[in-house]
């Protein structure tokens, strides 16, 4: 049997529906995410009030700005994961109510996206949304393979008044 490592050979990511989807179930009070849309930044730079939170300097990867695709707005983030490796992407912090509801959402698109299932600690997963404060089995459905534009939700209790 032949096992694969982690391979995203291109992995297209927006969440320009972040900020209007990270939303307190109790009240639909709508939580602000700087950039949600990743579009401020310039064609090929990193985005504006994000930071890469894990990613080896490894050529041939990258997390840029494109205006080639997009699901709505200007454009999406492009992360190109051609050596297969984790990368995290982080927004600004967001404040939070502890012990309330919430719904994460975004939309994912994906162009050869694959994962090792036979990872051990954590596993390897393909493209997906998580909040910093989630145990690491904690995230929304994942999107793997070549799909076109994914709408996926994770819900989760706050458990803590400031998370990314």
């Not at 849309?37 to 985005?47: D, I, L, Q, V, Y």
């Not at 840029?64 to 490796?85: P, Q, W, Y």
């Not at 910093?132 to 994770?154: E, I, L, M, Q």
């Amino acid at each position: 049997m032949i096992r694969k490592p982690i391979l995203g050979i291109c992995l297209i990511l927006t969440l320009v529906t972040f900020a209007a989807n990270l939303v307190a179930e109790d009240k639909d009070i709508l939580i602000s995410v700087k950039n949600s849309g990743f579009e401020n930044g310039a064609n090929g730079s990193a985005p504006a009030d994000w930071k890469i939170a894990s990613s080896r300097k490894i050529e041939g990867n990258s997390i840029a700005f494109t205006d080639k695709v997009k699901r709505s707005g200007k454009g999406s983030l492009l992360i190109e994961n051609k050596k297969g490796d984790a990368i995290t992407l982080m927004s600004q912090p967001v404040k939070l109510k502890v012990g309330h509801l919430y719904r994460l959402s975004g939309w994912i698109k994906t162009e050869g996206v694959d994962s090792d299932s036979t990872t051990i600690y954590p596993t390897a997963l393909p493209a997906c949304l998580s909040m910093v404060s989630y145990p690491f089995t904690n995230n929304s459905p994942t999107v793997g393979a070549s799909k076109d534009w994914t709408k996926v939700t994770s819900l989760f209790i706050a458990t803590k008044s400031e998370d990314h």
